[in-house]
């Protein structure tokens, strides 16, 4: 089954640093990435994901970058502010599966 | 708005004791899930279904049933509860497309004594 390795576990960063967060999975027939971030006590939810066919995506602060050759993955967020700090989690999941597997999560922490 | 439930919300229990957590969705999404959360560990798939009367087994099973007896809910029973067990339970659920989203519920903190 599909493997996905997330680095580093814990991320400091000041505020207005970037942040990034990589991925790997193991898998060649996935072909769907979604990061979710988990804020303390709450739930984990959506803030971007990636199809296959697609090499890079945007939105706003937040970017992921997506290399199959190298099957790995990565979420940039810039200029970062002390309400990202949270758990984020990537998944993959393979072509023919709604199922995600998940990496083991990345504690980010943005001090003011 | 359509929503996803858990309860309870939180839930002591004892050792032996059976224990049914609830997981309700309105999203009428025919894919549903049910993950564990520890430490160190991300989200652990115990069981998933896609569809009424279907269901399959994750990657950490033992221990664990679901049932699907309509679209909206998928209860997940513990028949023994058991000390190892003691985690935080989300239920999720998804749409038809493989890359739909997956909505997570608010999670129940189950502790066994």
């Known amino acids: 089954g599909e493997n996905v390795e997330q680095h580093p576990s814990t991320l400091s960063v000041q505020e207005g640093d970037s942040a990034v967060i990589k991925c790997t999975y193991s898998?060649?027939?996935?072909?769907?990435f979604p990061w979710y971030k988990q804020e303390l006590g709450k739930r984990p939810q959506l803030i971007i994901d990636?199809?296959?066919?697609?090499g890079e995506k945007k939105d706003q602060r937040i970017a992921v970058t997506l290399n199959k050759t190298a099957k790995h993955f990565s979420l940039h967020i810039t200029e970062t502010q002390p309400e990202d700090s949270a758990v984020y989690f990537c998944?993959?999941?393979?072509?023919?599966?709604?199922?995600?597997?998940f990496g083991r999560g990345t504690s980010l922490i943005v001090h003011p | 708005d359509a929503e996803i439930t858990q309860s309870p919300r939180h839930k002591i229990t004892e050792t032996g004791r059976q224990v049914t957590l609830a997981c309700h969705q309105t999203?009428?999404?025919?894919?549903m899930f049910w993950y564990r959360q520890d430490l160190g560990h991300g989200l652990r798939l115990i069981h998933y279904?896609?569809?009424?009367?279907?269901?399959n087994k994750g990657e950490v099973s033992d221990g664990y049933s679901v049932s699907r007896s309509n679209t909206e809910d998928l209860p997940l029973t513990l028949e023994s509860a058991a000390s190892s067990q003691t985690s935080v339970y989300f239920c999720a659920s998804s749409g038809q497309a493989i890359t739909d989203t997956q909505y997570f519920g608010p999670g129940t903190r189950l502790t066994v004594l």
């Open positions: 279904s896609y569809g009424v009367h279907d269901t």
């Open positions: 898998d060649s027939a996935s072909n769907y």
């Open positions: 998944a993959a999941s393979p072509g023919g599966s709604y199922i995600p597997t």
């Open positions: 990636i199809r296959s066919n697609v």
């Open positions: 999203w009428n999404h025919n894919n």
